[in-house]
């Protein structure tokens, strides 16, 4: 099951049908010299609306290696949707239909040896050159120095971004010069949403000249557009319809997140930490 998506794009998926609203969004923030949060790193989980109930948070002491906590769900092993370890490096995910999928670690494993194993963003970035990988998505990153990362994740072809300040963004698609080839969302609604989503985010990070604090974050997580929209709960009394199951705003230099289980337009957020 957890492996499911990697076999979906070896598959040709038809066009039409009726539209749901798919994906995550994702993004991170490092204002200049610590202004507003100084550094966030965020994410609305959408998945099967069924599925609420199946999720937890975990506290992992490994053996060896960094303490964690991750936002899981029950039955579903590694790091299955976002992290933060305990030196402050957090990361995200998002599922990207892709042709470029193979034999190797899939997401949630590569989040966890990252967690487990690094403190700072160029280390996750050069673990993710180094190691196979099935491909499939995008993972963004931010540590406490204030350096924040994407990268869109493929089995042969990988894009990476760093940045010391500005915002970084990933729904589900493809927008660097090797990955953008593999993307293979074939419903055209789906892609549209997706980019709408980015496209969204990124201009409301970009006004933000004074930098980002909590409640603009949760304001953006929390956003309805005419047709799509970033907090999604479209058709609530329908248990397989895609939707938004908890929102997370990671801050590495508190070592913790604020956890919103639930719709972000309505449910309240609660801090998560070592301490």
């Known amino acids: 099951m957890m492996v499911g998506s990697y076999y979906e794009d070896k598959l040709t998926p038809g066009e039409g049908g009726d539209f ?31 599925h609420r109930g199946l999720q937890v948070v975990f506290r992992c002491k490994p053996s060896q290696g960094i303490e964690h906590i991750s936002v899981n769900s029950i039955g579903a092993c590694n790091v299955f949707s976002s992290g933060i370890n305990k030196e402050g490096l957090a990361i995200t995910d998002t599922r990207v239909p892709s042709s470029d999928a193979g034999p190797g670690l899939p997401r949630y494993s590569l989040m966890m040896h990252i967690l487990e194993n690094f403190s700072y963003v160029d280390e996750a970035m050069d673990y993710l050159k180094s190691v196979p990988r099935m491909g499939g998505g995008n993972l963004i990153l931010a540590d406490a120095k204030g350096r924040i990362g994407s990268a869109e994740v493929g089995f042969q072809d990988l894009d990476l971004l760093q940045r010391d300040t500005g915002c970084l963004v990933c729904t589900n698609h493809f927008e660097g010069s090797f990955m953008q080839r593999h993307y293979r969302q074939e419903d055209k609604r789906k892609r549209e949403d997706s980019r709408w989503r980015s496209g969204e985010v990124t201009w409301r990070l970009t006004q933000r000249g004074d930098g980002v604090n909590l409640d603009q974050a949760k304001e953006l997580m929390a956003t309805h557009g005419k047709e799509f929209s970033i907090c999604v709960h479209r058709g609530l009394s329908l248990s397989e319809e895609t939707s938004t199951l908890s929102s997370v705003l990671f801050l590495p230099l508190r070592r913790g997140f604020y956890y919103s289980e639930g719709f972000p337009c309505r449910a309240p957020y609660h801090w998560i930490s070592f301490h």
Do not use: H, V
């Open 20 to 50: 749901r609203e798919t994906g995550c969004t994702t993004w991170a923030y490092s204002g200049q010299k610590g202004q507003g949060e100084g550094i966030l790193l965020a994410k609305n989980r959408d998945y099967l609306l069924s």
